[in-house]
């Protein structure tokens, strides 16, 4: 489990900022389309994220077990973030964090 | 009567989905819009001249799709052209952007990646197999005892040979384009420094 979770970290982070954003908006169980427009509405309109791209993500983070689907209704599967995923996204929000302390000198 | 046109082995004659993609809204701009997107049209697909249409089309590998693939498509509004084996066409209208649907930098270098290296792949396999031909020709050309052994080995040749050429020919295309893509953005990225 440990060793298996180096790997997960090493693959995710740093992270993409569509990859966190979409794990971000699936700590609330939500489908492909929801994702996207929830994304739209959290970034105001600046990411509109694409079909291929949203399927590609959500088939590597499920292949990884950063989240897991759950129900099916009307052949659209909904998605929630696992417990490994929360600790990436964690993880991830710290770094972001980090970078927003050190930006004190520019602006 | 419509006007109709017939394309021969269209998905082989592209090294990068991009310039496929380019292709049918290229065709879809003159009114040309493919009848039937099936797993034989990979061979032979026919046209039909109809309204112009600014399409965006978009050539996606799907080698093992999920249940929700095609929902997940259909959901952000592209219309289901059809599918060659693992090669699924979609295509959406639009007006001014151009819809995407890869969004982001990683994920369409991703999609590529896929066709390149499944190109590889199939070339390597028919090098291999033309060398080894090849190889087993020269051992054994002097202990052929049979015209009919030599037809064989000839044509097998000929065969391995030629697909070899093709696919890596294919490759070069894919190398090519990139070059182009890669002038292109620099002389874009000094043409704003300009202004």
């Known amino acids: 489990m440990a060793m298996n979770y180096e790997k997960i970290r090493k693959r995710f982070l740093p ?4 990859m966190f954003y979409i794990l971000l908006s699936i700590r609330q169980e939500r489908h492909g389309y929801g994702i996207m427009k929830h994304v739209k509405e959290l970034t105001g309109g600046r990411i509109e994220l694409g079909a291929g791209t949203v399927y590609q993500s959500l088939k590597k983070l499920e292949g990884d077990g950063l989240i897991m689907h759950t129900q099916e209704v009307e052949a659209r599967k909904n998605y929630i973030i696992t417990e490994i995923g929360e600790k990436i996204l964690i993880e991830e929000t710290a770094r972001i964090k ?3 302390n050190n930006l004190g000198s520019i602006l | ?6 394309k021969w082995f269209t998905p082989f004659r592209f090294a990068v989905p991009e310039a496929y993609e380019e292709w049918f809204e290229q065709l879809a701009a003159e009114g040309w819009h493919p009848i039937k997107v099936g797993h034989i049209n990979s061979m032979k697909m026919k046209f039909e001249k109809g309204e112009i249409t600014k399409y965006r089309y978009v050539v996606d590998m799907q080698v093992n799709p999920r249940k929700d693939y095609l929902q ?7 219309e289901f052209v059809g599918r060659m084996s693992s090669l699924f066409v979609w295509r959406k209208k639009y007006e001014e952007t151009k819809p995407e649907s890869f969004s982001d930098k990683e994920s369409a270098a991703k999609r590529t ?6 190109l590889s792949v199939i070339s390597t396999v028919f090098c291999c197999g033309f060398i080894a031909l090849a190889v087993l020709f020269g051992v054994y050309f002097t202990r052929l005892n049979s015209e009919e ?3 064989q080995f000839v044509i097998g040749l000929i065969f391995s040979g030629a697909m070899s050429f093709f696919m890596i020919s294919r490759l070069r295309q894919f190398v090519k384009y990139k070059e182009k893509h890669k002038k292109t953005e620099s ?5 704003s420094k300009l202004r």
Do not use: A, N, P, R
């Open chain 2, 72 to 78: 997940i498509y259909q959901d952000f509004g592209w």
């Open chain 2, 149 to 151: 052994q030599y037809i």
């Open chain 2, 1 to 6: 009567m419509k006007e109709k046109m017939t």
């Open chain 2, 113 to 118: 990646k896929k066709f390149i290296t499944l």
């Open chain 1, 98 to 100: 980090e970078i927003y």
């Open chain 1, 15 to 18: 992270m993409t900022e569509t």
């Open chain 2, 187 to 191: 002389k874009e990225k000094k043409l």
